[in-house]
Structures are given as C-alpha cells and as structure tokens.
C-alpha cells in the first residue's frame, strides 16, 4: 500500500495567516492526490481534486499543488470557519489510502 | 442536491453482525461508483470497499476481506454494507461516499454512521 505521510500533524494559526501543509507519497503517484477538510462530528469535505483542481464551491483561498510525490495545501488568508483537520488521499495504486492528518488550530 | 443518508450502525458484540444502508438521492446513482469509509474515533480516515455501477466488481481492504460484503440495489437508490465477524478494532463511524472515479476523489459523503463493536 502507498503511505502518505503529512506535515505537521498540528498547528496554531492565527485569522489572516497563510497557512502550509505538505504530503509526501511513498512512491510517484503523478497527480492523483486528493484534499478533504474536515470539521469535528461532520463528515469530510473534498477540496481539491487530481492535485491542482478546486472543487465547485470551495473558496479560491485553498489552492493545491505538486505532483509525483510531494504536495501541498495552501491556504492563503486563513479564515475563521477554516479551523479544521485536513487530510490528503492518493488514488493512484489500490487501496485509496490517506494522509494521518493536519489539524489547524487556532492560536 | 446530492444527498446520502446512512442507517444501520450500533451497538454489536465481538463475533456479531450488522448491516448498514446508505440511501442516495439527488444525483444518477447508477453512473457511480460508490464507497464505505471509516473512521476510528479519534482516528484518520479509512477507505474499506467499493462497488461498481452495476454491482458487477468489488474491491475490499485486507482488513476487512472476507468478513464485509459491498451491495447495492440500484433500483432503490441505495447502498449496503453487510459486516460479520466484528471485531473490536471495526468500531468507527462508517461513511457511504459517492466515488468520483474509483478510488476517488469521494466527492460527496454521508453523515456517517456509528458502529460500536464491545462485549
């Protein structure tokens, strides 16, 4: 199974911040990479998709890049309602595996 | 509106039983794949099988291989996940989650259910 390894696992940020988080795949996966944000006791949320692309309604203040085996997820003006947990996900090799997490919290 | 509504989950014994429903509304059911996921408390998220638009191919995580079977009723718009031989370590909230394009991206999910899996 492909690993998917993010970083870091927690951080603190403040509204207004540009907010990274990465993800690294144990092997090239091209550019099938998927992000979720996730809110407590709700289901996952997809917010962009094939490594690059936004999903409809999601805000243009997340943005994705990278390929092969490292990405990341931008945020660039953190929002209140962005405190989340967010997790990548590859779907290049079977089984869909994911990221452990990144839980953004507020500073 | 998309909309997946899962039913089903609760309180189980090691050794026992369950199955669960996700009901699928607002979109052409029969164009998709569509997947259980899982997720442990206060764990990441776990994909645990898929089925294909006609129910004619199944794919399982080792974990579960064997114990769980993956249906659906595409007349009734709907999704099962039949679970035998529970296991303490299958407690979680279970996800239906309509998958893109196999293996994802899982681009509308279910509100979850919870199985408890204890003696």
């Known amino acids: 199974d492909i690993e998917m390894t993010q970083s870091p696992s927690s951080l603190s940020a403040s509204v207004g911040d540009r907010v990274t988080i990465t993800c690294q795949a144990s092997?090239?996966?091209?550019?099938?990479l998927n992000w979720y944000q996730q809110k407590p006791g709700k289901a996952p949320n997809l917010l962009i998709y094939n490594a690059i692309n936004l999903e409809t309604g999601v805000p243009s203040r997340f943005s994705g890049s990278g390929s092969g085996s490292d990405f990341t997820l931008t945020i660039s003006t953190l929002q209140p309602e962005d405190f989340a947990t967010y997790y990548c996900?590859?779907?290049?090799?079977?089984?869909?595996?994911f990221g452990g997490g990144t839980k953004v919290e507020i500073k | 509106e998309v909309q997946l509504v899962e039913s089903g989950g609760g309180l189980v014994q090691p050794g026992g039983s369950l199955r669960l429903s996700c009901e699928a509304s607002?979109?052409?059911?029969?164009?998709?794949?569509m997947s259980w996921l899982r997720q442990a408390p206060g764990k990441g998220l776990e994909w645990v099988a898929n089925?294909?638009?006609?129910?004619?191919?199944?794919y399982y995580v080792d974990s579960v291989e064997g114990r769980f079977s993956i249906s659906r009723d595409n007349a009734k718009n709907s999704l099962y996940l039949q679970m035998n031989s529970l296991r303490v370590d299958d407690t979680a909230v279970y996800y239906c989650?309509?998958?893109?394009?196999?293996?994802?991206?899982?681009?509308?999910w279910g509100q979850g259910t919870l199985v408890t899996v204890s003696s």
């Open positions: 092997q090239d996966i091209s550019d099938f």
């Open positions: 089925i294909k638009q006609d129910g004619s191919a199944k």
């Open positions: 996900q590859q779907y290049d090799n079977f089984p869909p595996t």
């Open positions: 989650a309509r998958d893109d394009a196999r293996n994802g991206p899982f681009d509308s």
């Open positions: 607002g979109f052409s059911f029969t164009s998709f794949w």
